[in-house]
């Protein structure tokens, strides 16, 4: 598998862990907990089981490939893909296989976020053998999470006939991408067995996705050809080429539209890490399961997120409530309105206080 | 009114308002706001209206009298009392009376707490120069709060006949001084009309209280007018002899046993200050009852207290809770639930994180 590639998405930027996660320091570079490894480390660590340091890469805004290059010290710089501009996921993609086509005409990629969390790492590692084997074959193959509850904040794949089995791991057709449902849906999707949660984790050739991009946005395809051999030469000039495509997902704009799809249906027990409740699910719990970062007290508390590493925080009758202390701020939340952030964030931004967000 | 003289007593300590307080920080000293005063020179403040601030006196610890002198610059050392040792009220009374007795035989005095809060301070002070005129007839007189509330926190006076109406303000005679209530007695208190708040506040003649002493109390007389002739010139053998004293209040060692105590009803707007819960009653509040201290932002909050005057605090959907961020600790608590604060200083006390009480 000297051919197969890991290409990480590191561009996402977002508040839902203000105020831990700022504008200049996103999730996949936040540390969980002090002494624990950032999102973006643990992915790359969990590659390693399956994909050269050498074969890793990286795509991402100029000012957040620092922050990979501080965070993974032992990458080498020309495998951290600058995007010139944030265009979404279709273009970064498009223009890190066009990049790692030219140094491997035969690569295999397998595309995934930098900023979830998957515990089953072992299985991880299987899945990604047996997408290789399935993509080498010239499909598009993808992962779809086995859902253990009617969750809305996901898109889902209704996933087909099984087509063939690999090394004891079943790969299915994909009937349909299918975007958020509301509660009710969910919760049937649920029930049927047949529906998967779309974790954003694809692998294809590099000759594969360039093929389909060149037939669903030959245009963009063109564009992204010549700022790959602009960039490093006249990088204002690629600035300006890539400010010219349009900004669209790899689900909406490839993914949804290619027929023939594959889907490895896996129970990665998987997180996207989406919010403080997220969090909750995935780290040590006392035993009334509040996770509780640094030496606070906790009386009469339950199912709460408490994460404070220099000030003590006493909470007192608290039930699923996340308390997040940081240098310069504090958050208050039931774990049920902790998208709420999103106002807070908004407000600080009315107000004037960026220095916060 | 030259021989009126206010007695502060500053000597209390408390774990109510930890964060905010501490062991060498209580109550009387803390500001609920900055720019605000403190509770203490909000007292001082007060009693300006009547008192020259010659005749008014402070009776503390040692460690406390440094910040009194600290907070009221033009108090004159000679007018802060230093108790050798805790004693409760009752001894440190008998003997700031004793002192003020040698500076003049015919001394009135207005005994009252340092931290409560009085919003009526116009009747305060009309309510003091009536008290002045009784006790001045060698009565003890103690001003009763008219309740608005059936609470359990504080201890009632049950008020008798009217004796006499002194500038149109009442004067009753006291039935009963009575320990704080259960719920179901306290609802019984208020609707009665009957009953009053005891509020501490106690005025009476120097040499009234003196003698009521050495009739209740006479060894802890005795070796009080020793310990304010040693007090100065030998502190040591002052404090030796002081110890020897039992601690003991003044309602319990004088006032409930002295008969012919009477009570001047008033409807001072008063508070004890007593938890986070009160601070909500006294300080202004937003549209939804929120009392914001600092630039914190509240969405979807209702009646809560929040302060945190260098952290931006941002709290979501909170109900009737209380977040108090410090330069070294954050408090979450339930209103209802903030005396359980006394467990959070047990359990720094016991995990050994002393910094913090």
């Known amino acids: 598998m000297n051919n197969y590639y890991a290409l990480v998405m590191a561009g996402g930027s977002g508040t839902r862990f203000w105020p831990l996660s700022r504008k200049r320091l996103p999730k996949q570079f936040l540390r969980l907990k002090d002494g624990y490894s950032s999102l973006i480390q643990m ?20 000012e957040y490939s620092k922050l990979i290059k501080n965070e993974i010290r032992e990458i080498d710089e020309s495998n951290i893909i600058v995007e010139p501009l944030p265009k979404n996921t279709a273009p970064a993609i498009g223009l890190s296989a066009a990049m790692i086509h030219k140094r491997d005409e035969d690569a295999v990629i397998a595309v995934m ?6 515990q089953n790492e072992t299985l991880f590692s ?4 047996v997408g290789y084997k399935v993509a080498a074959n010239d499909n598009i193959v993808t992962i779809g999470i086995t859902p253990d509850r009617p969750e809305t904040g996901f898109g889902y794949i209704k996933k087909g006939a099984e087509l063939e089995t690999i090394d004891g791991i079943s790969v299915n057709g994909v009937e349909a991408f299918i975007e958020k449902p509301n509660r009710q849906k969910a919760i049937e999707y649920l029930s049927t067995g047949r529906y998967l949660w779309n974790a954003g984790i694809f692998i294809f050739t590099a000759k594969k ?4 991009m060149g037939k669903l946005m030959p ?6 050809f010549k700022v790959r051999d602009l960039i490093g030469k006249d990088p204002k000039k690629a600035e300006e080429l890539f400010s010219t495509i349009s900004s669209i997902s790899i689900d909406y704009g490839i993914m949804e539209k290619v027929s023939g799809i594959r889907v490895i249906p896996a129970d990665l027990k998987w997180s996207d890490v989406g919010s403080w409740g997220a969090i909750r699910d995935i780290l040590p719990k006392d035993e009334y399961g509040n996770v509780n970062i640094g030496e606070n007290i906790l009386i009469d508390c339950q199912d709460c997120v408490i994460r404070s590493e220099k000030k003590t925080v006493a909470a007192i009758g608290m039930h699923s409530v996340a308390i997040i202390v940081t240098d310069d701020a504090v958050l208050v939340t039931p774990l049920e309105k902790c998208q709420d952030v999103k106002k807070v964030v908004d407000e600080l931004d009315k107000i004037g206080k960026k220095g916060l967000i």
């Open 43 to 62: 992915t790359h660590t969990r590659l390693k089981n399956t994909f050269s340091p050498d074969n890793i890469y990286y795509v991402a805004s100029a």
């Open 113 to 118: 976020p930098s900023d979830h969390f998957i």
């Open 126 to 129: 299987e899945v990604l053998k």
């Open 209 to 212: 996705i360039l093929s389909e």
């Open 219 to 224: 245009e963009t395809l063109d564009t992204i």
